[in-house]
């Protein structure tokens, strides 16, 4: 049985007077921060005052890259070319890289938000120019990747390492894939229920799918949304049960043995 486990959230996702989640006491549950850069949402003001929270909590910190779409919260799919795309996430990583520098703090990885997330959990041609910008900009940074997904063996075989993750307040499928924000019970809301499937997570190495059957997933890394009106509670709660259950949350970078700062 796993022993420690790393708990993200997405922060940093305010927009000048537009608030978005509870970053502060969010701060104060996770081990992970992955932090917006402004394609999806994010404003430089607002991602300076998440990272100066982040250092006060000891917090690692990573970069949400994304499609850019503030409209669409980065949610919607885009055919990027792939040399734009590639472009779009060397600048948004350095962006992060700038502030994160102004109050002493590295970024130590790199999760795609969103779509992005998703398309490049499989598609191959996005996911390789998600990969060409990793490397060129830092090879040291870890991708976070969906749990069990193709893009996860990709990196590796290009010289990257990654970590994998597994979602608290989202659905399966028994394939393992997220159920479509678009469908009834996509998102998980109750406390104790989400807990309870995070701890069987953990014990037994998978969740009960939508379909009703266990589902196998191998996760270094659990996210709960930062947007999410009950995030605050559902990231206190798995972690309190986790804890219970002699299970520590770490970052996933202290064990490989990164520095934050």
Excluded at 129 to 144: K, N, S
Aim: charged letters at 20%; glycine letters at 8%.
């Amino acid at each position: 049985m796993i022993k420690a486990v790393d708990l993200n959230s997405d922060l940093g996702e305010s927009f000048g007077q537009w608030r978005m989640g509870n970053d502060a006491a969010v701060l104060e549950i996770v081990s992970s921060a992955n932090i917006a850069c402004g394609f999806h949402a994010g404003s430089p003001e607002g991602i300076l005052k998440t990272l100066k929270a982040a250092k006060q909590h000891q917090v690692a910190i990573g970069a949400h890259v994304a499609y850019p779409d503030l409209v669409g919260f980065g949610r919607r799919n885009m055919d990027i070319a792939s040399d734009e795309l590639t472009a779009d996430v060397i600048y948004q990583i350095g962006a992060l890289q700038g502030l994160a520098k102004a109050v002493g703090m590295k970024v130590t990885y790199v999760k795609p938000h969103g779509a992005l997330y998703n398309t490049i959990a499989h598609d191959k041609r996005q996911a390789l120019a998600v990969i060409e910008a990793i490397l060129a900009i830092d090879p040291q940074l870890i991708l976070v990747a969906l749990a069990g997904s193709p893009l996860i063996t990709l990196a590796k075989e290009k010289g990257l390492r990654v970590v994998a993750e597994a979602f608290a307040d989202r659905a399966y499928h028994a394939d393992g894939t997220l159920v479509s924000r678009k469908q009834e019970g996509a998102v998980l809301h109750d406390p104790q229920l989400v807990a309870q499937r995070m701890l069987k997570l953990v014990q037994k190495g998978g969740v009960e799918s939508i379909e009703g059957t266990f589902t196998a997933i191998q996760a270094d890394s659990i996210c709960v949304h930062g947007d999410s009106p009950d995030a605050v509670n559902l990231a206190k709660s798995v972690k309190e049960i986790l804890i219970t259950h002699g299970i520590a949350i770490k970052p996933f970078t202290s064990a490989i043995g990164i520095k934050e700062a």
